[in-house]
């Protein structure tokens, strides 16, 4: 029983462009929501994250959207640069120190 | 100077084996973790510690027993290895003040069971 999925395994956009990674979840009670960023032989690594009780939070070029209703969340990252060619993982908490993550779909950024 | 480090980070070893993968944190942070990511690429918490004591066990067989010394170590042990323990193991770590869920992982172990 999966909570927290990412449908999309894999997605091609072009430097420049915006991406746009989704996640959906099926816990109401998640409270936290997070982005990590996996390069190949290396730890996810902490990109940004949202509290439920906003809709959205932005860094730099990566904004993310909470939609709670369609318990569902977004990761945009305008201008796609090379470099954030990666697995991206979408991942939720309840309350203290248990993440749930979804599986990654991995960007790529052509020039 | 790596803030959370994993030995070894490649184990390729037979059915039947016991192994031990350990990890140390430098960031002085109160919890740490053990993860496990699947085929399928799921990244699935085994194990969390908070000060040397136990606080998440997910329904992990009792083979798995993790280790931890003091707070800055997580140490993991596998007994009678079996072919669906091939993984890639990551240990994390975090700090209990103000969380908010960011957590530090290590590079991963890469365990290969045959």
């Known amino acids: 029983d999966q909570q927290v999925k990412q449908n999309s395994p894999s997605l091609s956009v072009q430097e420049g462009r915006i991406s746009i990674l989704n996640c959906d979840y099926t816990?109401?009670?998640?409270?936290?929501f997070l982005w990590y960023k996996k390069y190949p032989a290396e730890g996810p690594t902490f990109l940004i994250s949202?509290?439920?009780?906003?809709d959205k939070n932005e860094d730099g070029r990566f904004t993310v959207f909470l939609n709670k209703s369609a318990k569902h969340l977004s990761l945009h990252i305008v201008p796609s640069q090379p470099g954030d060619s990666a697995v991206y993982f979408c991942?939720?908490?309840?309350?203290?120190?248990?993440?749930?993550f979804g599986q990654g779909t991995r960007l790529t950024i052509n020039p | 100077d790596t803030a959370v480090s994993q030995t070894p980070k490649y184990l390729v070893t037979q059915m039947g084996n016991d192994k031990s993968i350990k990890c140390e944190q430098n960031?002085?942070?109160?919890?740490m973790y053990w993860y496990k990511q699947d085929s399928k690429k799921f990244l699935k918490i085994m194990f969390s510690?908070?000060?040397?004591?136990?606080?998440i066990n997910e329904t992990v067989p009792n083979r798995f027993s993790p280790k931890s010394p003091d707070k800055a170590h997580l140490n993991l042990h596998i007994n009678s290895l079996e072919l669906g323990d091939s993984a890639v193991y990551f240990c994390?770590?975090?700090?209990?003040?103000?969380?908010?869920?960011?957590?530090?992982f290590g590079e991963g172990s890469r365990l290969t069971v045959l």
């Open positions: 994390a770590s975090s700090s209990a003040i103000g969380y908010t869920g960011e957590l530090f």
């Open positions: 816990n109401s009670m998640f409270d936290y």
């Open positions: 949202i509290s439920s009780i906003k």
């Open positions: 991942a939720a908490s309840e309350g203290a120190q248990k993440l749930v």
């Open positions: 960031l002085g942070h109160d919890t």
């Open positions: 510690y908070n000060n040397k004591e136990l606080i």
